[in-house]
């Protein structure tokens, strides 16, 4: 079945530095790709997008680009704040008789002034 | 106001009772959705349903039962809560016309003692 497969964390950067999660996935089809961003208390709010191979979703700063030959869609920026400090979700929808979304386990990011 | 709305956000409770989490919404999605979220385990899906009188298990549906009240209700009971159903729930919404991006409310964080 689908499955998505996020690097593991924590990840700690100090302010200013480079951050890549990696994100890989398995699917049968041509899914659509995710990055969520889940901030202390909250629930998990869409960060960026890419519904087609070769297609880069961006926000704030963050950017990823689909990657059908790697099956990756990886997650970058180019300098993180403190603010950016959350558990970053890759995800996966693929429309198998009705949309379904494929979570990865999440990676957690500390970012230190 | 907040478009996905979850009561309780906190409950603790103990071996054997009945609960039940609720969940609104006014983004006028037909699609709404139960997840359950572990550390290192990402989100999981207990159920979800398409319309009012569409019902699917998810991959975690043992011990959980749903109700959808209406377009803008649903509802995750526990008939009789055990500890490993201690988590953090989320509920959700997608629009398939917008490649089924999940919009969530801020989860209602369990423990059954």
């Known amino acids: 079945g689908d499955s998505v497969t996020q690097m593991e964390g924590p990840v700690t950067l100090s302010e200013e530095a480079f951050l890549t999660i990696n994100c890989t996935y398995t699917a049968t089809g041509y899914p659509s790709l995710f990055w969520y961003v889940q901030y202390p208390g909250e629930g998990l709010q869409l960060l960026l997008k890419a519904t087609k191979a070769d297609d880069k979703g961006s926000n704030k700063g963050f950017e990823a680009t689909y990657r059908k030959e790697t099956t990756s869609f990886h997650l970058e920026k180019g300098s993180v704040q403190v603010s950016d400090s959350a558990v970053y979700f890759c995800?996966?929808?693929?429309?198998?008789?009705?949309?379904?979304?494929?979570f990865g386990a999440g990676t957690r990011l500390f970012v230190k002034a | 106001d907040a478009d996905v709305t979850q009561t309780p956000r906190n409950r603790i409770t103990k071996t054997g009772k009945r609960i039940m989490l609720e969940c609104s919404q006014t983004?006028?999605?037909?699609?709404m959705y139960w997840y359950r979220q572990d550390p290192g385990l990402g989100l999981r899906l207990i159920y979800y349903s398409f319309d009012v009188k569409d019902i699917n298990k998810g991959e975690i549906s043992d011990g959980y039962s749903v109700s959808r009240q209406a377009q803008a209700k649903f509802s995750l009971s526990l008939e009789s809560a055990i500890p490993n159903q201690t988590a953090l729930y989320f509920c959700?919404?997608?629009?398939?016309?917008?490649?089924?991006?999940?919009?969530f409310g801020p989860g209602t964080r369990l423990t059954v003692l």
């Open positions: 959700a919404t997608s629009d398939p016309a917008i490649t089924d991006t999940q919009y």
């Open positions: 983004k006028g999605h037909d699609r």
């Open positions: 995800a996966l929808s693929e429309n198998t008789g009705g949309f379904k979304t494929i």
